[in-house]
Structures are given as structure tokens and as C-alpha cells.
């Protein structure tokens, strides 16, 4: 069965830090290039930051840029979100997927795979 899944959500307080994790199976992730997004209630979808198949090209959105990084072990078949200095308006599920199309891709149409959703909560 092919899928990804996503985990390491959780509730932090603000300032703190979140690492996720996406892992997949049933295909080798290092074919693809991998974005994770993330959506807010009420919100669109939105790309967060992206990464290229051997990992050489990343992408960040501004309001990212800084404070999270992706990374990704082919041997292990996922990719990491490292999110630090977390604010409140973070909060979202966040998602990963999986593009044959690169190096990297921000239109969220030319991704193949998807995650059910991590969800994060940045609160005191």
C-alpha cells in the first residue's frame, strides 16, 4: 500500500520547537521531491517549504524562512520539518507530499502523494 504518513505534531508553547516526520511506504521516496504544506481553520492550504530528491534545493515560505528546515534520509524513506521559535499562527495540520515533478514544486496539483495531516497547536 502506498502511502505517507506524517507524524511528531503536537501543543507547544510559543517559542518552542517541533520536529515531524514523513515516512514513506511503498514506494522509494528519494524519486520524488517532497513539500510539506499546511492549513489553518479557515485558511487555503498553504506550501511551507520544500525539498528536491537527493536534497541538494529547498524552498521556504517567508513567513518560515529562518526558523523552520527541511531534511530528508533516503535510506530511512522520510523527510524532517524541523520547526523552531514557534508562534501562534503556525497553528495548522500540517501535510506532506510527494511531487514526481521537480527539483522542487509549489503548485500543490503536480503532487502524486499525500499524508493524512499532523496536527500542530502553537498556545500557552
Known amino acids: 500500500q502506498v502511502q505517507l504518513v506524517e507524524s511528531g505534531g503536537g501543543l507547544v508553547q510559543p517559542g518552542g520547537s517541533l520536529r515531524l516526520s514523513c515516512t514513506a511506504s511503498g514506494f522509494a521516496l528519494d524519486y520524488y521531491a517532497i513539500g510539506w504544506f499546511r492549513q489553518a481553520p479557515g485558511k487555503e492550504r498553504e506550501g511551507v517549504t520544500y525539498i528536491s530528491k537527493s536534497g541538494d534545493i529547498t524552498n521556504y515560505a517567508d513567513s518560515v524562512k529562518g526558523r523552520f528546515t527541511i531534511s530528508r534520509d533516503n535510506a530511512k524513506n522520510t523527510v524532517y520539518l524541523q520547526m523552531n521559535s514557534l508562534k501562534p499562527e503556525d497553528t495548522a495540520v500540517y501535510y506532506c507530499?510527494?511531487?514526481?515533478?521537480?527539483?522542487?514544486?509549489?503548485?500543490?496539483?503536480?503532487?502524486?502523494?499525500w499524508g493524512q495531516g499532523t496536527q500542530v497547536t502553537v498556545s500557552s
Open positions: 507530499a510527494a511531487s514526481s515533478v521537480g527539483p522542487i514544486n509549489s503548485f500543490q496539483g503536480r503532487y502524486d502523494y
